[in-house]
Structure formats: structure tokens, C-alpha cells
């Protein structure tokens, strides 16, 4: 089959090229637009606990959708002067007005307790909005428009849409930034490794064809669905990545078969062995990225559909217009020959034979090296994707520092309870929400608690029942002076049924006692008076636990499902059944290994500095899930490169120690060289400032550098000379033989 695609392809040429170059031409124009259909969320499982919980805050209390927080610093004096409080009041009238905005707070925009900082040098104005969030995010320029005009020394806005707003700018700046790097680097890496002009820009040319037809298809896809920022990034370096991985190993055979063949047969003995591999490699490839797609949350499995897309377009390019723009060049692909390349792999084949000789030892060797790099994976902790991941001096971090440097905590940490309870209003319902609220205060693990029954100071419970009743007494009314501040206490904090509860712990961020607080809480612990009242525990923390819980409760089975998938296509490709296992479990030596290097750099801070890296306490939970999905497909790429060249060696000699010795001085040079040029491509991502697309190019390129070489290169001989004729059995009778006629059968076909 893949011989008679390589002659079509060769026949119909022009007209591949042509159909290629205009569909990526037309994939081009929607680059610029994507970006803008992409959102920072996507992170929410709506049937969560957190999720309920603040669903049920806005719907029975009438909370906002979101909140937009204005934080201004300055001198006390100055935030306090006659031109400083105008120039509030007017930008509170110009917040007023926009659209969406429900409430703002305060209503003057005057600076005065608690919006006021106690040593007044900061104030915030806090925007409740009534807008879904994506309409929020969007207006995130006007709010910094408006603050920016007050006239203070520094003036931020923060909050979640402004924090999905720079997560938005800074994903599109990253790439930017990347491409500029990868194009000139992957460029010498394969004039390097080709020694021409034509044929080291061949690859570069496929895999950006590749990448624009996937943003069109991601574009609209972007238009009915929500779809991830990281989709762009992560599918522009995959996509780069094993295109010209394919690129490099079709190439290289295009011209070791021109050596004796004419150009159209050429061609076809290419497709009909290189493309197949290439085909297998990439299908193990879609059956990683494909893993992504059976999480709930949009921000996995919209990164797991650009990846599908691209990979399989890279497969696509790599078998219809690669093959079409050889048979164009033929024997012009050595066109400018810069540099004279020794091909043949001489040294890979001493490699591999004394590797064979001494086969445990390198076995234990090899095992030792990977468990050591695996081994700072034991003690790795999870986290949520949040404003960290965010350079530090980014506007909406910026903002968030500001609240925690002067007002000693960060509102996005709370936790947010809805208590459900019968008559809450009553003073039996008032004293259940105010014991909850008393135990909960008293846990050294709380700096504050706000409910119905403490908002209000100086009121008593009896008060309060009076005060909270559907049709209050004017005596009652009488009680408190601030009737703004009566009104949001009756609307926000207590209805019949339900009394909202906020919490702000002790420790800023997302730390290991905030968690266990919220467990506590939910699992109703005996330091919490909670009665008989029922808690939906929402907040960042709550989401978070969610979050985490969610994923891992799913993950076995996406990596039981893409190992199953990978042992199929190994099989139906190699027709063995010891070969597909242990290319499966060398895969899972490099990704254990990527997660140690993760941890040891991003969590413990070990080349932190060099790298530019701010450690933190926790790594995202979505990069081990990435890692797993992205590197078991990619990094099987090299393995089926390898064994598919061994698998023709053994069909020909049916000897196991020629066969690997040969396979590897055939392709040694190729895995090494596209291990390269992938290291360059994901390598360039590395120098991103969003912390999660850093942490994820550090990781894949140490792991596929390892996998490579030392895995590949030695641990691959090793393992197949013990397993002997073991590597190549199967329950099949009829072996699968090479797919492309012999070089006899060409030259009488010829």
C-alpha cells in the first residue's frame, strides 16, 4: 500500500504540492485572530463540590459571577489628598457606568476601613460583575485604563479575569518568542545534519505547513468550544517537533535509496518503508495525545485536540507532501552542500556490539542513571494552575502582592462555604451559622471569618433575627446606622435556607494546611461546630482539592488505555509481542524520569537560578498528566524508528545480534539527530515565562535527550541481545516482512 501511495504521490506531484500550499497559505490568515478565542480558564468541573458551592452563592445570594479588584499604592498623604480622592470619585463613576458592573465597593470610591490598608499606603476598589467571565476578561483593558488615570504611584488590577487576561498576552508573547529562537536553530542543527541547503529546509517547510492547518481547524474549533491558551503553544511545538522528526527520518531514506534507484522509485521504496514507520510512530503518538481527551476539564482536552490535530497533519505531510516535493527535487535535494556528512553509522554499530558483549552491565548501569533522575518524583506535590505561573512582575501578580504585602491577606485564597439549613433567618438557624463561625475562627490555621452573624458588630443574635427577617420591624432597623452595610448583609450573607460563610486562612496561597483545613470542614472534624447544617466548601483551595482528586481518579485509566493502544500499533507494525512490552516500559523509564527532573528543578530549585526559575511548593497538576500523554507518544517516535530498521534487518538475516547491530548503525545517526532538533524546538519553550509551558519544554527536552541516547543507544541493545529470538516472536504465523519491494524486484520492474 505505502509503495503505491509513494508512486502517487511522485505521479501527482504538482497537484499535492499545490493543494498543500494553498491550504497552508489559507490556514495563515487565522493565526492572528486565534489567539483572542483563547481562555486562561478551563479549569472547573461544574459538578464539583467547589463549583456547587459557589454556584449556589450566586444563584440563592446573589454573589457576583466575578470580581475585579482595582489595588492602588502610594504614600498615606498622597492616597488621601483632595486631588487623589477626585480622582477616585471619578474613576468610581466611570466603573459605575460600564457594562456588566453590578456593585462596587466602596460605593464612593473613597479610600476609608477596610478597602483602606491600616498603614494607608494601599487602597482597593472591588467591581462585582454580572458579565460571564470571558466578557469580563475582555474588558480587563478598560479597568486598567481607569485605574491607571487616578494618578497614584502604581495602580494595578487583579483578580481571575485579570489574571486569565495576562495569562492570555504572555501565552502569545511566549510564543512569539519561541519561534523566533526554534526556525534559526532547527535550521542549523539540520544543515549540520544533512550537509545541504534543500534538504535541511525541507523539514522546516513540512512542519510549519503542518502547524498553520492546525490553526485553522483550531480557529474553528476556538469559535463553538472552549479551548485552552496553552492549545496554541503545545500544539505549535508538537507540531514542529515531530514533523520534522518524520521529516529528517524520510529524508535521510530518500537518499540512501537515490543512491541506487531512480527518482520515482526512490520515491515509492521511501514511502513504502520510511512512511510506514512514520505512520505507526505518529499513530502512538495520536494515542498519547488522545489520552487528553478523556478528562472533564477544557483546559486538558482542548490541549489534547490541537495535539491530535497537529500530529496528524505532521502524519499527513510527512506521506503526501513530502514524498511530492522529493520527486520534484530528486537529485536536487543535495543542493547547496555546505558541509560533506560521513552517513554511514560506523560508530553506532561498535556502539551496539559492545553494548552486546557486556549486556548486563549496562543494563544495571542504565537503570541506576534513570532511578536517580526518577527518584525526586517520591516527594512531588500538586497543585492548581494559578497566578504564580504568571512572571512576577506581570500586572495582575503584581496586584495580588500589594493586597498581601498591606493587607496581610489575599482574598482568591478564601475558602467560601454555602452552610444549607432549615429557616436560617430564625435565631435558632442564626445561632447554628454563628457556632460554625466561632469554631472556625478559633482554628490557629484562620485569620478571619465573615458570615451573617459577625458582619454586623455590636449586634446580638436576638438583633440579628429581627434585623435578617423577611420583613424587617423599623426598631430593628434602627439597630445598625450603616444601612448600605445592613442591605449587603440581607442580601449576601443569609437567605431562608442558606447562609454564605468566608474564611480567609492564616497562610497566603495554596498551602498543605489551607488544604487540610478545607478536608477538615467537608469531612465535618470535631473542631468544626457545623450541627446539622449541610457545607458546599468552594474557593481556590476547595477548587483545587477537586481539581486534583478529579484527574488522578481518571489518570490510571488514560495511561491503561494509551499503554493498550501503544501495544496494539507496536504489534500490528513489528509483528512481536515481546517488542511492543518493552518499548513500553523503557517509555515509562523516560517519563518517570522527566517527572524527577520536574520536581528536582521546579519544586526543590536545583539549577532553579540558571534555568530562571522561582521554585515553588507545589508543581501544576496538569504537567505530570501532559508530560505522560505528550512524552509516551513522542519518545515511542525513536523506538519505532529504530525496531521498524531492526525488523527489516531480521527479516533479511534472521539473526538477532546482526539485526540490532545494524538497525542501529542504520538509524543511530537519525534518532540521535531528530532527538536533537526536538530538544531545540521544546528547548526554546523552556525560556517561557509562563511557568507551566517552562516547565513543560525543561522536562520534555531532558527526557527525550535521554531517551535518545543513553536509553536508545544502550539500554535498547542490551535488553534485546538477553531477550535473544525472544524479541521477535508472535502467535502470528505469517511474519510481517518489509513492505517495500527488494532492490532486485525494482530494478526488473525498472
Known amino acids: 500500500m505505502f509503495f503505491r501511495l509513494g508512486l502517487l504521490a511522485f505521479r501527482f506531484r504538482w497537484l499535492i504540492v499545490t493543494v498543500w500550499t494553498l491550504v497552508a497559505i489559507a490556514g495563515l490568515a487565522f493565526g492572528p485572530a486565534l489567539p483572542s478565542l483563547l481562555t486562561a480558564g478551563g479549569w472547573d468541573d461544574p459538578h464539583s463540590d467547589s463549583s456547587r458551592a459557589l454556584a449556589t452563592l450566586r444563584d440563592e445570594l446573589g454573589w457576583p459571577r466575578g470580581v475585579v479588584t482595582l489595588v492602588f499604592e502610594d504614600e498615606p498623604d498622597r492616597l488621601t489628598s483632595p486631588e487623589i480622592r477626585q480622582a477616585f ?10 457594562e456588566g458592573v453590578s456593585r462596587i465597593a466602596p460605593a464612593d470610591g473613597q479610600p476609608a476601613a477596610p478597602y483602606l490598608s491600616d498603614d494607608g499606603r494601599a487602597f482597593r476598589i472591588n467591581v462585582e460583575m454580572t458579565a460571564d467571565p470571558d466578557q469580563i476578561t475582555d474588558r480587563v483593558p478598560r479597568f486598567r485604563e481607569i485605574a491607571g488615570a487616578v494618578g497614584t504611584r502604581h495602580a494595578s488590577v487583579t483578580g481571575t479575569a485579570a489574571v486569565y487576561y495576562d495569562f492570555q498576552i504572555q501565552s502569545e508573547q511566549d510564543l512569539r518568542s519561541a519561534e523566533i529562537v526554534t526556525f534559526p536553530l532547527a535550521l542549523v542543527a539540520l544543515i549540520v545534519f544533512f550537509g545541504s541547503l534543500a534538504a535541511a529546509v525541507l523539514p522546516l517547510l513540512v512542519a510549519a505547513g503542518a502547524v498553520a492547518v492546525t490553526t485553522a481547524l483550531v480557529y474553528l474549533l476556538a469559535l463553538h468550544t472552549t479551548l485552552s491558551v496553552y492549545v496554541l503553544n503545545t500544539a505549535t511545538m508538537l507540531g514542529l517537533a515531530v514533523a520534522i522528526d518524520y521529516c529528517l527520518l524520510v529524508v535521510t531514506r530518500f537518499r540512501e535509496e537515490l543512491r541506487t534507484l531512480p527518482v520515482s ?21 495520536l494515542a498519547g495525545v488522545s489520552g487528553l481527551l478523556f478528562f472533564s476539564f477544557p483546559g486538558i482536552t482542548s490541549i489534547g485536540v490541537g495535539g491530535a490535530i497537529v500530529v496528524a497533519f505532521a502524519i499527513l505531510a510527512s506521506v503526501t507532501l513530502l514524498p511530492a516535493v522529493l520527486g520534484i527535487l530528486g ?10 556528512i560521513r552517513t554511514r553509522g560506523g560508530m553506532w554499530h561498535a556502539i551496539a556490539t559492545n553494548v552486546m558483549r557486556r549486556p548486563f552491565i549496562f543494563i544495571v548501569s542504565v537503570t541506576v542513571i534513570v532511578v536517580a533522575l526518577a527518584y525526586p518524583a517520591t516527594h512531588i506535590q500538586l497543585g492548581f494552575p494559578s497566578a504564580d505561573a504568571l512572571p512576577a512582575d506581570v500586572d495582575s501578580r503584581v496586584g495580588l502582592q500589594i493586597i498581601q504585602d498591606h493587607f496581610g491577606t489575599h482574598e482568591g485564597d478564601d475558602i467560601l462555604i454555602a452552610a444549607h439549613g432549615d429557616d436560617l433567618r430564625s435565631l435558632p438557624g442564626l445561632s447554628k451559622i454563628d457556632a460554625l463561625t466561632r469554631s472556625l475562627a478559633a482554628d490557629p490555621r484562620v485569620a478571619r471569618v465573615v458570615s451573617a452573624t459577625n458582619i454586623l458588630p455590636g449586634a446580638t443574635l436576638e438583633q440579628l433575627a429581627l434585623l435578617y427577617a423577611k420583613e424587617p420591624t423599623a426598631a430593628a432597623l434602627q439597630v445598625i446606622h450603616s444601612s448600605q452595610l445592613v442591605a449587603i448583609a440581607r442580601e449576601r450573607w443569609i437567605g431562608d435556607n442558606t447562609a454564605a460563610i468566608d474564611v480567609s486562612p492564616t497562610n497566603a496561597g495554596l498551602t498543605n494546611p489551607t488544604r487540610d483545613l478545607v478536608r477538615e470542614i467537608r469531612a465535618g472534624d470535631a473542631t468544626v461546630d457545623r ?26 485509566l488514560v495511561i491503561a488505555g494509551v499503554v493498550t493502544a501503544t501495544l496494539v500499533i507496536l504489534f500490528l507494525s513489528l509483528n512481536s509481542v515481546v517488542l511492543p512490552l518493552k518499548a513500553v516500559i523503557m517509555n515509562g523509564a523516560s517519563v518517570l524520569a ?5 520536581t528536582l528543578v521546579f519544586q526543590d530549585g536545583v539549577l532553579a537560578r540558571q534555568l530562571g526559575v522561582v521554585p515553588r511548593d507545589h508543581l501544576e497538576a496538569t504537567l505530570p498528566i501532559l508530560i505522560f500523554c505528550v512524552l509516551f507518544g513522542v519518545s515511542m517516535d525513536y523506538e519505532v524508528f529504530l525496531l521498524t530498521r531492526m525488523r527489516e534487518f531480521w ?13 542501529l548503525e542504520r538509524t543511530g545517526r537519525v534518532v540521535t539527530s531528530a532527538a536533537l532538533v526536538f530538544v531545540v524546538v521544546v528547548g526554546s519553550f523552556a525560556r517561557a515565562d509562563i511557568v507551566t509551558i517552562k516547565a513543560l519544554g525543561v522536562a520534555l527536552a531532558t527526557a527525550i535527550l535521554l531517551d535518545a541516547t543513553i536509553i536508545r543507544a544502550l539500554l535498547v541493545p542490551a535488553t534485546m541481545r538477553v531477550l535473544g529470538r525472544w524479541n521477535w516472536w508472535s502467535p502470528l504465523r505469517r511474519g510481517v516482512t518489509s513492505a517495500a519491494p527488494s532492490i532486485s524486484t525494482l530494478h526488473e520492474l525498472k
Do not use: C, M
Open 331 to 340: 537529485r536536487h535535494v543535495e543542493f547547496g552542500r555546505v558541509l560533506r
Open 651 to 663: 527479516d533479511r538475516l534472521r539473526d538477532n545480534t546482526g539485526a540490532v547491530a545494524g538497525g
Open 531 to 556: 450541627d446539622d447544617l449541610q457545607l458546599l466548601v468552594g474557593g481556590i483551595t476547595a477548587a483545587e482539592f477537586d481539581f486534583v482528586s478529579t484527574v488522578y481518579g481518571r489518570f490510571p
Open 594 to 598: 522527566a517527572y524527577g527532573v520536574l
Open 265 to 285: 522509485y526512490a520515491v515509492a521504496r521511501t514511502s513504502a518503508t520510511a512512511g510506514r514507520a512514520v505512520l505507526f510512530s505518529g499513530l502512538t503518538v
Open 89 to 98: 470619585a471619578d474613576a468610581a463613576t466611570k466603573l459605575k457606568a460600564l
